[in-house]
């Protein structure tokens, strides 16, 4: 059964960090480029950063850039994203995707696979 499982989510406040991970099993996880998107209570999902299949190529939006990093092992199947200096705009329930990309990666792109989400929440 193909699955993606996103995790790491929780309360966190302003100025702190989170790391979640985007776990796949199922599937050739290493044949595929990876997506993180979020969606924030009554706002349309948005994506925020992916990775190519060899990690050549990240692409951040402006709104996470310099905060976020993401970065994968495909020896776990796993894509990875370090949130810092999170702040209350960053609330939102985080998911992640898979992409049939076989050079770079694109937040714009066909998800093959969405895995269930993760909440954060950056509250004081």
């Known amino acids: 059964e193909v699955q993606l499982q996103a995790s790491g989510g929780g309360t966190v406040q302003p100025g702190g960090s989170l790391s979640l991970s985007c776990a796949g099993s199922?599937?050739?996880?290493?044949?595929?480029?990876v997506a993180w998107f979020r969606q924030a209570p009554g706002r349309e999902r948005e994506g925020i950063s992916c990775?190519?299949?060899?990690?050549?190529?990240?692409y951040y939006v402006d709104s996470v850039k310099g905060r976020f990093t993401i970065s994968r092992d495909n020896a776990k199947n796993t894509v990875y994203l370090q949130m810092n200096s999170l702040k209350p705009e960053d609330t939102a329930n985080y998911f992640c995707?898979?992409?049939?990309?076989?050079?770079?990666?694109?937040?714009?792109?066909?998800?093959?696979?969405w895995g269930q989400g993760t909440l954060v929440t950056v509250s004081s």
């Open positions: 199922g599937f050739s996880f290493d044949e595929y480029a």
């Open positions: 990775i190519s299949i060899s990690s050549g190529t990240k």
């Open positions: 995707g898979t992409e049939s990309i076989v050079l770079g990666c694109s937040i714009n792109g066909r998800i093959e696979t």
